[in-house]
């Protein structure tokens, strides 16, 4: 049985932060620090009656519409997020109430569930809804996976350039359009506490420590998908996705996995010539003197051609959304999945039957790798989406209207969504209608 993602949509947040023009300046940093550092050119944020529930139904919605789906076609509907305003009553249940109120029948017979594991909450979702469907208990029907997230950190936190907010919605079915998922998977997990948010909504985080983690528990998931597969060659895949807070985190992650993936191969022996040999641990007397090594071999490969051309065919198309975004949190290495495969479509490329290595990640922290194989209908798929246009729609923020728009999304904060005026008018979606008799939130449909 072929299981996978048979179709994808895409909502962003419909404000827009220029980090160049309006970040950097209020900040007293230079701009290349954001667009040559970080490789984020803009963050998006929700407007005044935008959140996760609006972004991820707004995506259920558009994808639902266009795959021609009723209720009853879906079996059980799963979100992501770390941005639950909720600790029981899940997200999934405030969507589906959402679809409810435009589509005739209704989500009764559905499972919902929510998901948490920092950003890898997202990739953990699609293997619940994969082995629910390899297990045979969906009768037919098809799983709506969402990764919903508006990732605020604290005002003047160094995570402040890399927020954002959006979702991904995805449909796993039997039979897909776009790509079939390998039942193998490679994991890396650890108890780690270098971004957490204990009963608070700004995460505490170790910026630094946190990108050590992240390359730590992806080098162990990539070797532990090698114990099952045997070695991996970088030459094997048309694109790989990692989990993308910000692109320069992708830059160093896609150089150490090169190194890793080369070593003792041909691509090894071609480099020598150029590059010198990958340092061995065993050639030094100290860890320290080894890593220094290892780190100027990594500085000279990612200098190489033959290293620049596999980046830029194989990595730098999957940051191509991001870069104008932010960091999605659970939708994150889902946009950069899109986003390689939308560059792909306007290059002309033909890719189906291409296998791709999807690098998920989350804090606290566990890294999961596992490959997709493209599938015949992707290019119609992609082609499908709007997220072109939703960018380009985008309000964008002055400073001073930033600050208000942290201020009304923060929990804490004396600021609230009337004191506000909504920067964009809603078009045919689902707002946020403020609060219940019970604290719960409400949600309208604005056609
Ligand atoms: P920082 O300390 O403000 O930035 O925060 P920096 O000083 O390290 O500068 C960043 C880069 O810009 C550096 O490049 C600078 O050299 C460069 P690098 O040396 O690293 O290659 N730079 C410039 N380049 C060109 N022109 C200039 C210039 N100035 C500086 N003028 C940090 C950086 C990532 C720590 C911060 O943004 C942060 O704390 N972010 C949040 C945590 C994060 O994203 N961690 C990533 C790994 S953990 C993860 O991915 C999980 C996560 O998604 C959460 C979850 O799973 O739920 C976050």
């Not at 939708?331 to 291409?354: D, M, P, Q, Y």
């Not at 960018?391 to 009337?418: A, K, P």
């Amino acid at each position: 049985m072929t299981v996978g993602i048979d179709a994808v949509e895409i909502r962003t947040g419909k404000l827009r932060l220029d980090l160049a023009e309006t970040f950097a300046p209020a900040q007293g940093e230079d701009p290349g620090k954001y667009t040559k550092g970080l490789g984020l050119y803009a963050s998006s944020f929700p407007d005044v009656y935008e959140d996760i529930v609006t972004m991820g139904a707004n995506a259920a919605h558009r994808l639902m519409d266009r795959k021609g789906l009723e209720p009853r076609d879906i079996g059980r509907i799963d979100v992501a997020t770390e941005s639950a305003f909720d600790n029981s009553k899940p997200v999934s249940t405030y969507i589906a109430g959402c679809l409810e109120q435009v589509y005739d029948g209704d989500f009764h017979h559905a499972n919902k569930g929510e998901r948490k594991f920092a950003c890898i909450s997202g990739t953990q979702s699609l293997d619940d809804a994969y082995n629910w469907i390899r297990a045979g208990r969906n009768r037919g029907r098809a799983a709506l996976v969402i990764a919903t997230d508006t990732a605020l950190y604290a005002r003047d936190d160094s995570g402040e350039a890399t927020q954002g907010a959006g979702a991904v919605a995805m449909l796993l079915a039997e039979d897909p359009d776009l790509v079939e998922l390998s039942p193998e998977q490679g994991y890396g997990s650890a108890d780690e506490t270098d971004f957490l948010k204990p009963q608070q909504q700004f995460p505490s985080v170790d910026g630094k420590r946190s990108m050590q983690v992240y390359l730590a528990r992806m080098r162990e998931a990539i070797m532990d998908y090698e114990s099952v597969l045997g070695p991996i060659h970088p030459e094997d895949y048309v694109l790989i996705p990692f989990h993308t807070p910000f692109p320069g985190m992708v830059r160093r992650a896609a150089a150490l996995g090169y190194r890793h993936a080369t070593r003792d191969t041909e691509v090894e022996e071609k480099l020598a010539a150029e590059i010198g040999r990958q340092p061995r641990r065993e050639e030094f007397d100290s860890d320290e003197a080894y890593r220094e090594a290892a780190g100027e071999y990594t500085d000279d490969l990612t200098e190489s051609d033959r290293y620049q051309e596999w980046y830029s065919r194989c990595v730098e198309p999957t940051l191509s959304i991001s870069r104008q975004v932010g960091n999605w949190y659970t939708g994150s290495v889902h946009v950069a999945r899109i986003g390689g495969l939308k560059v792909a479509l306007e290059n002309g490329e033909n890719l189906a039957g291409g296998r791709m290595l999807v690098c998920s990640y989350g804090s606290g922290a566990q890294a999961e790798v596992h490959a997709e194989t493209i599938q015949a209908g992707w290019a119609e798929e992609i082609a499908a989406l709007d997220i072109d246009d939703q960018l380009e729609d985008r309000y964008d923020l002055t400073f001073e209207e930033y600050e208000q728009v942290h201020d009304v999304h923060n929990h804490d904060s004396d600021i609230g969504v009337s004191d506000v005026e909504q920067f964009t008018q809603p078009d045919a979606e689902f707002v946020f209608d403020g609060w219940g008799r019970m604290g719960e939130r409400k949600y309208t449909y604005v056609g």
